[in-house]
Protein backbone atom coordinates (compact mmCIF):
# COMPACT_ATOMS: atom_id res chain seq x y z
CA UNK A 1 0.00 0.00 0.00
CA UNK A 2 1.16 3.48 -0.71
CA UNK A 3 1.35 5.78 2.32
CA UNK A 4 2.52 9.41 1.17
CA UNK A 5 3.68 11.46 -1.81
CA UNK A 6 7.21 9.98 -1.57
CA UNK A 7 5.62 6.90 -2.92
CA UNK A 8 5.44 8.79 -5.96
CA UNK A 9 8.30 7.91 -7.18
CA UNK A 10 6.62 4.41 -7.51
CA UNK A 11 4.83 5.75 -10.61
CA UNK A 12 6.45 4.46 -13.47
CA UNK A 13 4.38 3.01 -15.85
CA UNK A 14 0.68 4.39 -15.63
CA UNK A 15 -2.39 2.14 -15.33
CA UNK A 16 -5.10 2.78 -17.98
CA UNK A 17 -8.83 1.41 -17.95
CA UNK A 18 -9.53 -1.17 -20.52
CA UNK A 19 -12.28 0.05 -21.52
CA UNK A 20 -14.09 3.53 -20.78
CA UNK A 21 -16.67 2.10 -18.26
CA UNK A 22 -17.17 2.89 -14.47
CA UNK A 23 -16.50 -1.16 -13.38
CA UNK A 24 -19.07 -0.36 -10.10
CA UNK A 25 -21.38 1.62 -12.00
CA UNK A 26 -21.94 -1.17 -14.27
CA UNK A 27 -22.72 -3.63 -11.67
CA UNK A 28 -25.50 -1.75 -10.45
CA UNK A 29 -26.27 -0.65 -13.88
CA UNK A 30 -25.73 3.02 -12.51
CA UNK A 31 -24.91 5.99 -14.60
CA UNK A 32 -21.22 7.97 -14.68
CA UNK A 33 -20.27 11.18 -15.43
CA UNK A 34 -16.39 11.04 -15.30
CA UNK A 35 -14.00 7.96 -14.57
CA UNK A 36 -11.01 7.87 -12.91
CA UNK A 37 -8.42 4.94 -12.80
CA UNK A 38 -6.53 3.93 -9.49
CA UNK A 39 -2.47 4.30 -10.16
CA UNK A 40 -2.32 1.30 -7.13
CA UNK A 41 -5.02 -1.20 -7.79
CA UNK A 42 -6.15 -0.68 -11.24
CA UNK A 43 -9.75 -0.37 -11.37
CA UNK A 44 -11.59 2.31 -13.53
CA UNK A 45 -14.63 4.07 -11.41
CA UNK A 46 -16.74 6.91 -11.15
CA UNK A 47 -15.61 10.59 -9.81
CA UNK A 48 -17.47 12.64 -7.40
CA UNK A 49 -19.70 14.85 -9.73
CA UNK A 50 -21.54 11.01 -10.02
CA UNK A 51 -23.96 9.94 -7.59
CA UNK A 52 -22.06 6.77 -6.12
CA UNK A 53 -18.49 8.54 -6.00
CA UNK A 54 -16.84 4.86 -6.46
CA UNK A 55 -13.64 6.21 -6.30
CA UNK A 56 -13.57 8.22 -3.50
CA UNK A 57 -14.98 5.08 -1.69
CA UNK A 58 -12.64 3.50 -2.88
CA UNK A 59 -9.90 5.27 -1.86
CA UNK A 60 -11.33 5.16 1.76
CA UNK A 61 -11.54 1.70 1.76
CA UNK A 62 -7.74 1.00 0.33
CA UNK A 63 -5.82 4.26 1.25
CA UNK A 64 -4.52 4.27 -2.47
CA UNK A 65 -4.02 7.74 -3.18
CA UNK A 66 -2.92 8.12 -6.46
CA UNK A 67 -5.59 8.12 -9.71
CA UNK A 68 -5.54 9.52 -13.21
CA UNK A 69 -8.16 10.29 -15.22
CA UNK A 70 -9.93 8.16 -17.90
CA UNK A 71 -11.06 10.35 -19.85
CA UNK A 72 -8.69 10.10 -23.02
CA UNK A 73 -8.29 14.09 -23.43
CA UNK A 74 -7.59 14.66 -19.41
CA UNK A 75 -3.96 14.27 -18.70
CA UNK A 76 -3.31 14.72 -14.79
CA UNK A 77 -2.91 13.33 -11.73
CA UNK A 78 -4.65 13.03 -8.16
CA UNK A 79 -3.51 12.53 -4.58
CA UNK A 80 -5.83 11.60 -1.89
Known sequence: MMKDCEDFKMLVNFKVPE?????ECLKTNSEWLRLRTCQTYGPTLCCDISSNKHMTAHYHKTKYPFVIPAEPNEKWLYFY
Do not use: N, Q, Y
Open 19 to 23: RLAGA
